[in-house]
């Protein structure tokens, strides 16, 4: 069949690999692509925020399933759209989406349906926030509702700092995400993601991953989208992943299916794990990003067939394949991310990184340019690798980093530390 992947990022260029593997894919068409999703097929002009445009192509060129890697046109209801159009689409409906959409929808179905989370009060008012926070103290947690890029949370360890992200908030700080604000309890505890393919009734585990959200070594810095992650996260042992199963994602899809509003994707959850037990600090619609670039080097069953049974509501029909191998992903940035960064700066060594064993590069946020390869975005490459452990996964990383001639770009040292500490011991 042929297939349209939408997105422009590493994890697009992760998706792409992987479903052009597919013995069921005959064409792969990207929208927009990245010189490395090039590689597995063809890229292509169009604006994925015009569902019309969407549904045209495909009419055009007969894709029979369409694969939706960013939240922006989940939550926008592209899904919901394709589908009235005819066409199979991955993803949750606009309504599912809420999920990673809507901070206080998650809050209010974890509460309904009893799901692990920490206390929360929501807020349209700052005056109310405010003595709120006043009364409840720090350290706490104030989130804008809506979709914020993953910059929407502040973390306080003052009252002050939190009554001032209040004031920043309803001040338009996020636009719209920012109308209703959360505020909830400081969790203490590691955080771990856990992925669950979902068919609206049926969760089938999908592997655990860490990443490391701040730009610098140590976990230093202002946060980013990821500068690196990895699979699997071992501190989500087998009881633990039982646990997140029975006590997080089968009460979610129940609550979900219940309210007319059956999830259908790939459900992400951030997780704390605290001394009482995982607890969901958020759901993302979507595959992560870097997660995807070390989950799908795990997968050894077919990514298309999952996601097609899952679009089916055939997931008790698939049983999933992960190597017990460990992957790595090392985010290479350009210099200033995630701030200003400088664009059109050339890259070498690409193919020199790809030729050792077990490694693979993903493109992000790169430009084709004739025959040279330019930066040109804030993550730029994601440097994969696998191992027996995530230790020599991420000697194999930096072995291939290494390779990558590229004075303006940077990455961090250390990705990785806190399994490789766990794996000593
Ligand atoms: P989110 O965008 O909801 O994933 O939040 C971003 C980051 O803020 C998370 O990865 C956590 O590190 C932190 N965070 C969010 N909620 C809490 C909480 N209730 N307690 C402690 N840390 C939190
Ligand atoms: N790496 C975090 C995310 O994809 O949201």
């Not at 087998?238 to 997080?248: D, N």
């Amino acid at each position: 069949m042929d297939i349209l992947l939408i997105g422009a990022g590493g994890r697009e260029h992760a998706l792409a690999w992987s479903l052009s593997a597919s013995p069921l894919c005959d064409r792969l068409f990207v929208a927009p692509g990245n010189p490395g999703t090039e590689q597995h097929g063809t890229n292509v002009v169009l604006d994925i925020a015009d569902a019309q445009a969407v549904i045209a192509f495909c009419r055009t060129m007969g894709i029979a399933f369409v694969v939706i890697g960013p939240e922006g046109p989940l939550v926008a209801g592209l899904v919901d759209d394709l589908k009235q159009a005819g066409i199979k689409a991955f993803g949750p409906s606009k309504a599912a989406a809420q999920l990673e959409g809507s901070k206080a929808f998650t809050k209010d179905l974890c509460a309904e349906f009893n799901i692990p989370t920490a206390a929360y009060r929501r807020f349209t008012d700052a005056q109310a926030a405010k003595a709120y926070i006043a009364n409840h103290g720090a350290p706490i947690v104030v989130k804008a509702d809506g979709l914020a890029a993953g910059k929407g949370v502040v973390v306080a360890s003052t009252i002050e700092e939190a009554q001032e992200a209040v004031d920043m908030m309803f001040g338009g700080g996020f636009g719209e995400a920012g109308a209703e604000v959360v505020v909830e309890a400081f969790l203490e505890g590691e955080e771990a993601s856990f992925f669950a393919l979902c068919d609206g009734t049926t969760a089938l585990p999908f592997g655990t991953a860490q990443d490391h959200k701040r730009v610098g070594d140590g976990d230093e810095g202002p946060n980013t989208g990821g500068m690196g992650a990895y699979s699997p996260a071992a501190v989500l042992t087998p009881e633990l992943q039982a646990r997140v199963m029975r006590e997080i994602i089968e009460p979610t899809l129940a609550g979900m299916r219940q309210r007319g509003t059956p999830y259908t994707g790939i459900l992400y959850a951030g997780l704390m794990l605290t001394e009482s037990g995982p607890q969901l600090i958020e759901y993302n619609a979507r595959f992560g990003d870097p997660e995807t670039q070390v989950l799908l080097p795990r997968l050894s069953s077919d990514l298309l067939t999952a996601l097609l049974a899952a679009v089916d509501g055939a997931l008790d029909t698939v049983s999933l394949r992960f190597t017990d191998r460990a992957a790595l992903t090392v985010v290479m940035a350009a210099r200033g991310y995630p701030g200003t960064v400088e664009k059109d700066t050339a890259i070498h060594g690409v193919a020199d990184a790809e030729a050792l064993p077990d490694v693979l590069v993903f493109h992000a946020g790169t430009r084709q340019d004739g025959d040279r390869l330019l930066a040109n975005g804030g993550r730029v490459l994601n440097i994969t690798a696998m191992g027996r452990t995530i230790t020599e996964a991420q000697h194999r990383a930096y072995e291939a980093v290494g390779r990558i001639d590229w004075p303006e770009g940077f990455c961090r040292g250390d990705i990785g530390w806190r399994a490789i500490q766990r794996e000593r011991t």
